[in-house]
């Protein structure tokens, strides 16, 4: 390697070296933490934000909840279903408990939301009830396939529709979770599955921010 090659090499690597401190300041500033410990704890975050389509569901009180209003606190979407054998009361009940560990300010900007797949056996009673095993404070939504399909696309959490002339059918579906920030759109994912002591960690430096 020549003089003027180990030169420029040297120029580029230290080009690189500010670069990436750079970004590393600029997330840290915004609130967002160390961006390497984001995705050790699972956190993927969107480089722009997503718009959720305007459809409306119906919430486990039956009142009717339009999905892109979901605003004012940070919310955490899990899509799955109150008749599932397992990923679903794993991941509620790791929900309950990561709720134990986060402090007071995190928890009062944040809620929590089950968006049904399978809205022919859940009812909002079913949810109601079935969350209310969990922790009474988690929302739930059901309401036409058809709109909730759209919003899985949009987040891209996409699942399998049942064949429901089975019994006792089962629907496959993600353990991701999306995060919804206070403006109504979707700022990322938490993937499955989840780490509770590193979320505990950096959760609480995403919901510091606004917006």
Known sequence: MTRIQKTAFVLIALVALVFGLTVHKVLTAQGQGDPTA???????LLPQSRDLPNISLTDQNGQPVRVDELKDQWSLLFFGYTFCPDICPTTLAQLRELKT????????????????????RDTPTQ???????????FQGLTGELENIQKLANAVS???????????????????NLVIIGPDGTQ?????APLNNQKLAVQLPLLLKREG
């Not at 949810?127 to 404070?137: A, R, S, T």
């Open 127 to 137: 949810l109601k009830q079935y969350l209310g095993y969990f922790d009474p404070n």
């Open 101 to 120: 560990l986060l402090p007071p300010e995190a928890l009062g900007r944040l809620r929590v939301v089950l968006v049904s797949v399978d809205p022919q």
């Open 38 to 44: 984001l995705i050790d704890a699972g956190i993927i």
């Open 157 to 175: 959490i996409p699942f399998i529709p049942a064949n429901t002339d089975k019994p006792n059918y089962t629907v496959d579906h993600s353990g």
């Open 187 to 191: 700022r990322g994912f938490i993937r």
